[in-house]
């Protein structure tokens, strides 16, 4: 859970994935924060890495996954900390991975009502475009920030998993299939942000979206990576 200045939102997100999934191991990563987000953290029972400075979403979910890759876990999912992933939906991305090596909780896929309109919505359609047919699979949401990976794409995440906003959703995405591991998707239904400051407006968000495309163009070029992983293996 990649969190920058959530202090509003954060406990009630944490509680909720806790009560949720007791199961699952949380960890927070505190992305350079200003305000008292890791100690509120920490205090609602996750784990919690903090970043020296902000250093965005990409490079905190990049941490996130050496952790889980030291750590030994078979399977990681990314959740925001903004609680607009319900936590009751982990379970359903997480099967996913019963099929592919990444499963992605996605928005206009037949659930919710999530609507995005203008130059963010074309940008959204000519990526999810061009990603199902890098990937062979019908993708109606790349930039969906709740996904799951199993423990080869965790793997391939601790080696490439790009520090820009969105980008990182999008150019690790097209990566990890350019490198051969397989994608699908589970439809959920995303709420509205229960607090905090978004980290971007919408049009700053469909600039992102738009360079994105020339990260998705990027990461296509990229030779295949054949060497295998192993827990031995240093990741760093």
Sequence with gaps: ???????????????????????????????????????????????????????????????????????????????????????????????GL?????????????????????????????????????????LTDVTSGFRAANRRTIGQYTRHYPAEYLGDTVDSLMTAIRMGHSVTQVPVAMRPRQGGTPSASPWKAAVYLLRSLFALLIASTRRRERRSLDRSQDAA
């Design 98 to 138: 019963q099929d592919a090596d990444i499963s992605i909780g996605a928005r206009f896929a037949g659930e919710g009502n999530y609507r995005a309109k203008g130059p963010r919505r074309w940008a959204m359609l000519l990526l999810a475009g061009a990603m199902s047919q890098a990937s062979g699979t019908k």
């Design 1 to 95: 859970m990649p969190a920058w200045n959530e202090a509003d939102v954060i406990a009630g997100t944490v509680h909720e994935v806790l009560q949720t999934v007791p199961e699952v191991d949380l960890l927070v990563i505190n992305d350079g924060s200003t305000d008292d987000t890791a100690a509120i953290a920490r205090a609602a029972g996750a784990t919690v890495i903090s970043l020296p400075y902000n250093m965005g979403v990409g490079a905190a979910l990049r941490t996130g996954y050496k952790y889980a890759w030291r750590s030994g876990y078979d399977q990681a999912i990314q959740v925001d900390a903004d609680g607009q992933h319900d936590p009751n939906d982990i379970p359903r991305v997480l099967a």
